[in-house]
């Protein structure tokens, strides 16, 4: 796990701080070296050096403070999260205007070492801090340290009908959609589809309800006219959490499927809008009935739409009492 968040405190892992306080010492010892031969580094890649010396130690300085900005921020990588972005596009435009002069033969090939030391081995690592950077930072944070279950978030969560979740479910079963954020392609899909959604969970007598990440009432702008289908404000996305939903990884976020799906929807209409919730947070589907969840659909990537005709397949197969995955 890259980080864990309770409160909108994050702890991270020790070696993402000793990797920022190892890329601050570089960076510190790389000053020192420009600033007291500063023809050397053009010595060893064998070109000319400039003539003015004043500016390449001033590059040296900057170096310097650039270190000294790590190895300070290296305490709490995520409330620093800036530094860690600067230094990861430092590392990308070096290693990628280094390569550029390798192939316009300014700088000789045997001088590769250079590339891999200064750029290519601190951009994976780079590259994962700044992600649990972004997953720290995305959303609102939740006000509690453990999740609801279920059946505490039934209690607690009201519908745009003014019922509790728990109360809406008594004896009856409700069809909840969790929807990603609004700007989502994915979600206008549903949005798309939702009179197609609702008359499933009507044929198998069940109630639809939508679930979303803004504030109360700010969501029917984005319904129109479908805004007469029960829903549930949960900006802090705790509700979800309380169903099992988190926030997605890379690939289930940006993966090959998500990328190619992204398009066809996209290309059917549906488009891309702004971001108006938490985009990485994962959709998912459920039938819950008496304060208790009775068949799920959790979805393995943001592409997954849900398919409330499959959750009341499986729902025949559990027991009182019992969770069935669809």
């Known amino acids: 796990m890259l980080s864990s968040c309770e409160n909108g405190e994050c702890k991270i892992p020790l070696w993402i701080k000793k990797v920022l306080l190892l890329a601050g010492l570089y960076h510190l010892a790389l000053a020192l070296w420009i600033n007291c031969w500063p023809t050397m580094w053009f010595q060893w890649m064998s070109v000319d050096s400039p003539n003015h010396l004043l500016l390449i130690r001033v590059i040296g300085i900057g170096f310097g403070v650039l270190g000294i900005i790590l190895v300070v921020g290296s305490k709490d990588p995520i409330k620093n999260w800036p530094v860690v972005i600067i230094t990861l596009f430092k590392f990308l435009a070096c290693g990628i205007l280094f390569f550029v002069e390798i192939v316009n033969g300014f700088i000789c090939t045997s001088c590769l070492w250079w590339l891999v030391t200064d750029s290519l081995i601190w951009l994976p690592a780079f590259f994962v801090i700044a992600w649990a950077c972004l997953k720290a930072h995305a959303g609102v944070p939740p006000s509690r340290n453990e999740p609801y279950s279920p059946a505490e978030a039934s209690q607690v969560y009201l519908l745009s009908t003014g019922q509790t979740l728990a109360q809406a479910s008594e004896n009856k079963t409700l069809a909840i959609v969790f929807l990603r954020h609004f700007g989502c392609t994915f979600t206008r899909q549903i949005l798309r589809g939702l009179e197609s959604i609702d ?128």
């Open 199 to 326: 008359n499933d969970a009507k044929r198998n007598g069940a109630t639809l309800v939508l679930v979303h990440m803004l504030q109360r009432g700010a969501e029917t702008k984005y319904l129109g006219e479908r805004s007469g289908i029960p829903r549930i404000a949960d900006p802090r996305c705790e509700l979800y959490r309380a169903f099992g939903l988190g926030k997605g990884g890379f690939l289930e976020l940006f993966g090959p499927q998500v990328w190619w799906r992204g398009a066809i929807s996209i290309i059917q209409g549906c488009g891309v809008g702004h971001l108006a919730g938490d985009g990485l947070q994962m959709p998912g589907a459920f039938l819950f009935r008496n304060g208790q969840i009775i068949s799920s659909q959790r979805a393995r990537s943001a592409a997954e739409l849900p398919n409330v005709k499959e959750l009341f397949v499986k729902l025949p197969e559990a027991t009182s009492g019992e969770t069935v995955s669809a």
